[in-house]
């Protein structure tokens, strides 16, 4: 006898907020992008100084154009219940810290939002790596044969 038992995995809350948060996120580096654009294009108008603001600019374009486009594909992976999209998550939020603190030169009004941002953001991705939700897909053979041992 051949019984297979169907186990659903629901998605985890955690799953549903943390592309959600990642949109939002992506929308103030498109945001960033596009402020360092426009004043790059108006600093190589602008002359000798204007220059180093338009080599800023430039600098943005080569930094945060591929940044905005892996956090599309993550945030697209995330949609779907893809756990490689789950670990680019952890990566860009362990890699996001040291933009975190340097808000501290903005002021104590400035970084405590962002702290706690960013500890929600951390906090998502690891629950969404304990949830079986994002583990590797077992076939419902595989299941009932571990279930029987």
Known sequence: MDETIEVIIKRPW???VLPVLQILKALAVAGILAVMMAAGFEGFKGGEMGFMVGLAGVGGLVFLLPLLIVMILMIIALFKGRKWAVVVALILSILAFFPVIFT????PEAFFPVCIIWGFTLWLVIACLKNPFY???YTPKEISSSIKQ
């Open 14 to 16: 955690q799953g549903t």
């Open 104 to 107: 501290l030169g903005i002021g």
């Open 135 to 137: 583990a590797k897909k």
